[in-house]
């Protein structure tokens, strides 16, 4: 019988992201992974902290002690060199409107237009934490380098993924297959380091 996992979230990619990576690293049907849609009337959870790690932390507590499961929570978003790091923890909601993916993008392009090509890096990182019901907490963090792209390219992933040019790669995180993506995302590399700790804690 697989263990019963909570992801903190009601992104349906996510939870099908997340769900392929551990069985990638756990092995099929080890985990039962449910999202926030499975539990009525949960409350959205203020994303109150100053970092990444901060707020996997306050999201996977709330649903550890919501639930009674253990909680996996990621925060993530994207850092641009010529904005001193920003949007941040501010990604899904840079432009103003929580998760329109299209304007954040646009607001990013706009805010670097006259960047030069030289300057445009910047990363991808993922904090990623799980919290357990008898409160034992793990926190871990992938990181995904690379630059800004002047346009759009590819119709795969989400978010800011179709400007985002990784180091060493020659087409967008979303021209990548989702299998490709995981191999060199932030969040998959962040995910496959905490299943190593899900696989001692939760499966065990």
């Known amino acids: ?28 049907n080890r985990i039962t992974l449910v999202g926030l849609g499975d ?3 949960y409350p959205d959870v203020p994303e109150t902290g100053l970092t990444f790690g901060e707020n996997a932390l306050i999201k996977a507590r709330e649903g550890a002690k919501r639930t009674g499961l253990a909680t996996v929570a990621d925060d993530s978003g994207l850092a641009v ?15 103003g409107r929580h998760g329109d993916d299209q304007a954040n993008l646009d607001l990013v392009l706009a805010q670097i237009s006259d960047v030069t090509d030289e300057q445009r ?8 934490a799980l919290v357990l019901p008898n409160g034992r907490e793990h926190l871990v963090e992938g990181r995904q380098t690379g630059r800004i792209l002047r346009a759009g390219r590819g ?8 400007i985002f040019l990784g180091d060493g790669q020659t087409r967008t995180n979303a021209e ?8 060199i995302s932030h969040r998959g590399k962040a995910f496959r380091e905490l299943s190593k700790v899900i696989a001692r804690e939760v499966t065990n």
Do not use: H
């Open 1 to 28: 019988m697989s263990a019963r996992l909570l992801l903190a979230t009601a992104n349906q990619k996510k939870l099908v992201e997340l769900q392929r990576i551990l069985d990638s690293s756990l092995g099929a």
């Open 81 to 95: 060199d010529a904005l001193s790091g920003m949007p941040g923890v501010f990604s899904a909601r840079w432009s």
């Open 176 to 183: 990548l297959s989702p299998a490709e993506k995981d191999v």
């Open 121 to 128: 890096g910047g990363a991808f990182v993922c904090a990623a």
């Open 39 to 41: 539990f009525e009337g």
């Open 155 to 162: 119709e795969g992933g989400f978010g800011y993924d179709p």
